[in-house]
C-alpha cells in the first residue's frame, strides 16, 4: 500500500516568509509525527497527533511553529517569520496508534526546507 | 530523561567483512521500545526492527542481527557478510510507553560498504 506522502520534496525560501510543508499519512493510521532532521541537532521530536485529542507541541522550538491535522488525515506543518536556522529535513511519520501492537513508525521522504 | 548514544558516527569496512553497530540507551522507564532505522543516501528511514523491553530474545534476519542486554542498556545491530548496498546512516532510536511514544534518536552511525 501507500507509503507517507510529504510535499513538496523541497522548498527554497527567503527569510521572513511563512511556509506550509504537508503530510499525508498511511490509511488507517491514527498516530501523525512530526520531525526535524539537521546537521547540528540530529533528528528530533517536535509535534504528535492522535485522532481527536489535543496535540503534544512539547517539542515545537519556538511559537513560530504550528501544526493541525484536518479531519484526522492530512497534517499541514506552518513555520512563520523563518529564519536560517530553520533550515532542515523535515520529517513525518504516522503509526496505527501508540497503545495498539505492534506499534512502529513509518517515515516519509522529507521536505528538505532552505531558508535562504 | 531518555538519551541515546550512537559512539561510533562513522565505520568503513571491506565488502564481507562483519560489522557491529553499538547503541547504549538511557530511561527510567521499565517499559519501552528500542528500534533500529537505516538512512540511505536518497534520504528516507527505513524501518528495519522493534523490540520491547521485556523481550530480551536475539533476532536474526537474513544477515542482519540484534543484540538487545538490558543489563548494560545495549542494543547492538551487526550486519554479516556487509555489501555495497549497506552503505547509509543507521539510528537506533527509543521511546517509552505511554503518552505519545515519540521517537528519541541517537546521532547515527554512517557506514560506509567499499567494494
Known amino acids: 500500500g501507500a507509503g507517507v506522502s510529504q510535499s513538496p520534496s523541497n522548498k527554497v525560501t527567503e527569510k521572513g516568509k511563512d511556509v506550509e510543508l504537508r503530510c499525508d499519512p498511511i490509511?488507517?493510521?491514527?498516530?501523525l509525527y512530526w520531525y526535524r532532521q539537521s546537521l547540528g541537532q540530529g533528528l528530533e521530536f517536535l509535534i504528535y497527533?492522535?485522532?481527536?485529542?489535543?496535540?503534544?507541541k512539547s517539542g515545537l522550538p519556538s511559537d513560530r511553529f504550528s501544526a493541525e491535522r484536518t479531519g484526522g488525515s492530512v497534517s499541514t506543518l506552518t513555520i512563520q517569520r523563518t529564519q536560517q536556522e530553520d533550515s532542515a529535513v523535515y520529517l513525518c511519520?504516522?503509526?496505527?496508534?501508540?497503545?495498539?501492537?505492534?506499534?512502529?513508525?513509518?517515515f516519509g521522504p522529507g521536505t528538505r526546507l532552505t531558508v535562504l | 530523561a531518555q538519551k541515546v548514544t550512537q559512539a561510533q558516527t562513522e565505520i568503513s569496512v571491506v565488502e564481507k567483512e562483519d560489522v557491529t553497530l553499538d547503541c547504549v540507551y538511557e530511561t527510567r522507564d521499565t517499559t519501552y521500545y528500542l528500534f533500529w532505522y537505516k538512512q540511505p543516501p536518497s534520504g528516507e528511514l527505513v524501518f528495519l526492527i522493534r523490540?520491547?523491553?521485556?523481550?530480551?530474545q536475539n533476532e536474526i534476519s537474513g544477515r542482519y542481527s540484534w543484540n538487545f542486554q538490558k543489563s548494560t542498556s545495549s542494543f547492538n545491530f551487526t550486519i554479516t557478510a556487509s555489501q555495497v548496498v549497506d552503505s547509509a546512516v543507521y539510528f537506533c532510536a527509543l521511546s517509552e510507553a505511554g503518552g505519545s511514544e515519540k521517537l528519541v534518536f541517537g546521532k547515527g552511525t554512517k557506514l560506509t560498504v567499499n567494494p
Open positions: 523490540r520491547n523491553s521485556f523481550d530480551e
Open positions: 511519520a504516522s503509526s496505527p496508534s501508540p497503545g495498539q501492537r505492534p506499534n512502529t513508525q513509518y
Open positions: 490509511s488507517g493510521h491514527t498516530a
Open positions: 497527533f492522535q485522532g481527536n485529542s489535543a496535540p503534544d
